[in-house]
Nanobody, 124 residues
Framework: QAQLVESGGGLVQAGDSLRLSCLDA????????LAWFRQAPGKEERELVG?????????VYADDVKGRFTISRDRAKNTVDLQMTNLKPEDTAVYYC????????????????WGQGTQVTVSS
């Protein structure tokens, strides 16, 4: 059974940076893309933040994080990181690492396997 474990969330101020990490504890997704999603307070759906291919060569980002967030992958450590800069209050959400992706390879990407999530709160 796949196990994705996120870490690195917390409370920061607007304009700050924060780095989240996701460990693929059982190496389930070593040959697959992995994604970050987020679920804002009061919203039912998790929205795609971005994803990275298995080899780390290609990344895709949602429009509202493009240029501020960067996804990277360390295949030796089985981790996928989300570096967030210039954080805004509207970035406040629970952030989820996800695998077993499906969709058309773009911003309609969805996932079947999820981590437990990590809270990011950005104060103004």
């Amino acid at each position: 059974q796949a196990q994705l474990v996120e870490s690195g969330g917390g409370l920061v101020q607007a304009g700050d940076s924060l780095r989240l990490s996701c460990l693929d504890a059982r190496r389930t997704f070593s040959g697959s893309p992995l994604a970050w999603f987020r679920q804002a307070p009061g919203k039912e759906e998790r929205e795609l933040v971005g994803f990275i291919t298995y080899d780390g060569v290609k990344t895709v980002y949602a429009d509202d994080v493009k240029g501020r967030f960067t996804i990277s992958r360390d295949r030796a450590k089985n981790t996928v990181d989300l570096q967030m800069t210039n954080l805004k209050p509207e970035d406040t959400a629970v952030y989820y690492c996800a695998g077993d992706l499906y969709g058309n390879g773009g911003l309609d990407t969805r996932a079947r396997t999820w981590g437990q999530g990590t809270q990011v709160t950005v104060s103004s």
